[in-house]
């Protein structure tokens, strides 16, 4: 068992991104949360394409500054 493997079965979705919004990883809340977009499928694809105007220019705003979106 890896120190990180309760990511996974945490109940909120987690999506992890690089600096240019490649989706890197995303535990079971955010596959089952985005299931209808393609679900784990949408590792490799840009976060910026799934997100359209004015929600795509503040993912690219925070982006740009290193910031992370945090919501409940």
């Given at each position: 068992?890896?120190?990180?493997?309760?990511?996974?079965?945490?109940?909120?979705?987690?999506?992890?991104c690089?600096?240019?919004?490649?989706?890197?990883?995303?535990?079971?809340?955010?596959?089952k949360?985005?299931?209808?977009?393609?679900?784990?499928?949408?590792?490799?694809?840009?976060?910026?394409?799934?997100?359209?105007e004015?929600?795509?220019?503040?993912?690219?705003?925070?982006?740009?500054?290193?910031?992370?979106?945090?919501?409940?």
């Amino acid at each position: 068992m890896s120190e990180h493997d309760w990511i996974q079965e945490f109940p909120a979705a987690i999506t992890v991104c690089d600096p240019r919004g490649i989706i890197l990883d995303m535990n079971d809340k955010a596959a089952k949360t985005f299931e209808k977009d393609g679900g784990r499928n949408l590792i490799g694809c840009n976060l910026l394409d799934c997100h359209p105007e004015p929600t795509r220019g503040k993912v690219e705003m925070l982006l740009a500054r290193h910031e992370k979106n945090v919501y409940t």
